[in-house]
T-cell receptor, first 115, second 111 residues
Framework: DTEVTQTPKHLVMGMTNKKSLKCEQH?????MYWYKQKAKKPPELMFV???????INESVPSRFSPECPNSSLLNLHLHALQPEDSALYLC??????????????FGPGTRLTVL | SQQGEEDPQALSIQEGENATMNCSYK?????LQWYRQNSGRGLVHLIL?????REKHSGRLRVTLDTSKKSSSLLITASRAADTASYFC???????????FGQGTRLTINP
């Protein structure tokens, strides 16, 4: 299984809502990532988990809260978001390689709209 | 800040022609990767070239890397309509466990 799955595909939420994005992989990868991508822009790294521990937080606002319950799952909890947080949120996984970096496998993304 | 700059930003060619995209970066790298993204979907890894390699091939793809000029190119030969997508280079910064993506090239293959 070389697939990264993400749910939901689309999400519309108000600024006072609490929601979660979910990501799952069964490739045995021990590094998982969250990216944010605005239209016609490249993905921007948000968080990196390595061996289920948060290793990189790219100064992301606290209204985004990541969680890695186990080596196959990655969640992104959302609370009190702003309209400018509307974007495509991509999850990815790879084998960890802090020295060189490995290819990353991406999920299809969750299209988030904040009203 | 973004590490890579890609050129051109958009490219439109006829089916069967070759497409060349260029990527420049700023800092020393461990490797450089190319990804493809179909509209509004996830990214697909195409090829990885290490800093000690100069050229790599995969099917219709040819990637070159010039570390002295801090640049890379992706050549797609005999293009097909299905190659229509955005193409991103991404660098792994030495000592950092993260990919930094270039701005991307939007490639359109006209039938």
């Amino acid at each position: 299984d070389t697939e990264v799955t993400q749910t939901p595909k689309h999400l519309v939420m108000g600024m006072t809502n609490k929601k979660s994005l979910k990501c799952e992989q069964h490739m045995g990868h021990r590094a998982m990532y969250w990216y944010k991508q605005k239209a016609k822009k490249p993905p921007e790294l948000m968080f990196v988990y390595s061996y289920e521990k948060l290793s990189i937080n790219e100064s992301v606002p606290s209204r985004f809260s990541p969680e890695c319950p186990n080596s196959s799952l990655l969640n992104l909890h959302l609370h009190a978001l702003q309209p400018e947080d509307s974007a495509l949120y991509l999850c990815a996984s790879s084998q960890p390689n802090e020295r060189e970096g490995n290819e990353q496998f991406f999920g299809p993304g969750t299209r988030l709209t904040v009203l | 800040s973004q590490q890579g700059e890609e050129d051109p930003q958009a490219l439109s060619i006829q089916e069967g022609e070759n497409a060349t995209m260029n990527c420049s970066y700023k800092t020393s790298i461990n490797n450089l990767q190319w990804y493809r993204q179909n509209s509004g979907r996830g990214l697909v890894h195409l090829i990885l070239i290490r800093s000690n390699e100069r050229e790599k091939h995969s099917g219709r793809l040819r990637v070159t890397l010039d570390t002295s000029k801090k640049s890379s190119s992706l050549l797609i030969t005999a293009s097909r309509a299905a190659d229509t997508a955005s193409y991103f280079c991404a660098t792994v910064i030495q000592g950092a466990q993260k990919l930094v993506f270039g701005q991307g090239t939007r490639l359109t293959i006209n039938p």
